[in-house]
């Protein structure tokens, strides 16, 4: 017993000499363990990619394979998961594809206008400028001249230096990197495709590989929180995915009705920032006031600002508590910490999966609270009694 104990010990401390050992090359390389980190995720992208859509597709998709299960027709109850896979991604693939002939239109076109419009904005600004830069103007009295020199000596050499052939080259590789990551979206639904097809062998293999590693207790433990992270995901994905489109809808038809230019587009960028906690929605109504202000009047801006405003109140206060309802299930300081923290480290995708994410973690540790209270308390029974 007592030898038992000693290789026990020695195994712990040679773990933690090794653990301390991993860490302190861990921080002091960070950028190499970023590197590595980016150069892995760039080999498997369309893995990675493949299995968010696997995810976001399996509620649809294993709904319809269960009623088609109990269809009297032999060819819908044996042909159900063909059938169902071949449905939803028809469906998806339909979906983004008329999202994309109804987005990219309208995107040329505000850039259309926008470019159109620009020579008149410029004369405006330029007419504007002139007029501060006359003796006794604004400009002379702030002592702005040599400012807005260096300002314009800069804005013509970086012009200029876009027109070198090291800017073209990166160009071409722009180009070739979209291409690239046009494949890998092609090579991710593939993949999606076959994950979704032979889901239950792939879990099957998962299970099996985990099961030599942990024991059965602790593989039931992390199955249960697997599936309580993918409700939560769940939840709020599809909730948050709803409520954007709504909100893309009614702010799409109120800039029509001001004429305003991509108002489309405009209604859809709001719908999507909308799925961002607090920031996204100002952020949003920012830009339709900007865009009012530039290319209508300011009475226009106005009407729009006080549209954008009523609508967001709308959607805060009745549209977005039926829809996503507390499927998170955290106060609202959770929601700005994990806002900022997971914005910070990961920049767009810690925004959009940040509020889930911060709802995964309460719900391991207020788990793991209640797991010491009650241990406590049954370590406590034997002395009261």
Known sequence: MKKGYSIKKWIWWFTLIAASV?????????????????????????????????????APCNALEGVLKKSRFKLFSKGARLISVTVIYLLFLAAVGGLLVLLLPAFYNAVSAVVKAFPGYYEQISAYIASMSEPGGLIERLNLTETLKTVYDSAYEMLVSLANPENIVTAFRGILSVASSFLSVIMAIIVSVYMMAQRESLLRGVKSLLSVCISERLLTSLTAYIHKTARIFYKYLYGAVTDAVIVAVIMSIGFLLFDLPGAVLLGCLIGFLNIIPYFGAFIGGVVAVLVALFTKNIYTAIGVAVYVVAM?????????????????GIRPIYVLLAVTLFGGLFGFWGILLGVP??????????????????????????EEN
């Open 312 to 328: 967001q109140q709308l959607d805060g206060n009745i549209l977005q508590p039926r829809i996503v309802g507390d499927s998170v």
């Open 22 to 58: 991993l860490v302190y090359k861990t921080t002091n390389d960070l950028q190499g363990v970023f590197a590595g980190i980016g150069a892995f995720i760039a080999i498997f992208t369309p893995f990675i990619i493949g299995f968010a859509i696997t995810f976001l597709l399996y």
């Open 357 to 382: 994410v911060m709802a995964v973690i309460l719900m391991l540790l207020h788990d793991f609270i209640d797991y010491r209270k009650k241990k406590k308390a049954l370590a406590a029974e034997p």
